[in-house]
């Protein structure tokens, strides 16, 4: 009953205000002017606040999610650091590790994968990613569930699309046409 009553009450006063300002001979040229300005506002304001807002927030989700933007690979609750140069597909030596709990060290991984490995910029082993799926395929442990779940991963998540992602780029006269 208090809104009605405000409602009511704030009804009157325009109401009023607006008799008063039709006796004087300014309540038209007011009004439209009024209402072309409330339009104006209306119109231009929510727009330009929704993009302000639309623009704070995609700042605010690139602050938050720098770290994390283009790591799309994960195994169990490792994320994996894969880097694709358009030739191979590349992992980190400390991720293997990690995902089989070697403690081996990098020369003796790059021994392992020998030709099939690089060091990237910061000295990090990078190990290419159709060499540890040949490696896990030849291994001692190569049975074990585990093994076997990565090794699936890395042929199905990170080489599959990345061959097909070559293919797709190369022109249509290159691509290898069975016949």
Do not use: C
């Not at 605010?60 to 169990?76: N, Y």
């Not at 392992?112 to 159709?130: A, E, F, H, I, M």
């Amino acid at each position: 009953m208090k809104t009605a009553g405000r409602a009511l009450l704030i009804g009157a006063a325009l109401s009023i205000l607006g008799w008063g300002l039709h006796r004087a001979g300014a309540g038209l040229p007011l009004l439209i002017a009024a209402l072309a300005i409330g339009l104006l506002l209306s119109w231009v304001l929510p727009q330009l606040g929704l993009r302000v807002l639309d623009r704070l927030g995609l700042a605010l989700r690139a602050a938050k999610w720098h770290r994390e933007e283009g790591r799309h690979h994960a195994f169990g609750s490792t994320h994996l650091h894969i880097h694709d140069d358009g030739r191979h597909s590349w992992m980190t030596a400390d991720d293997l590790r990690h995902l089989l709990q070697l403690r081996d060290s990098d020369d003796v991984i790059a021994a392992r994968l020998s030709g099939r490995w690089r060091r990237d910029g910061r000295g990090t082993l990078l190990l290419r990613v159709d060499a540890v799926s040949n490696y896990l395929a030849q291994a001692p442990g190569r049975m074990e569930p585990r093994t076997v779940r990565l090794r699936r991963y890395l042929d199905e998540a990170v080489l599959f699309p990345a061959a097909q992602r070559r293919r797709r780029s190369l022109p249509p006269d290159r691509v290898d046409r069975p016949e």
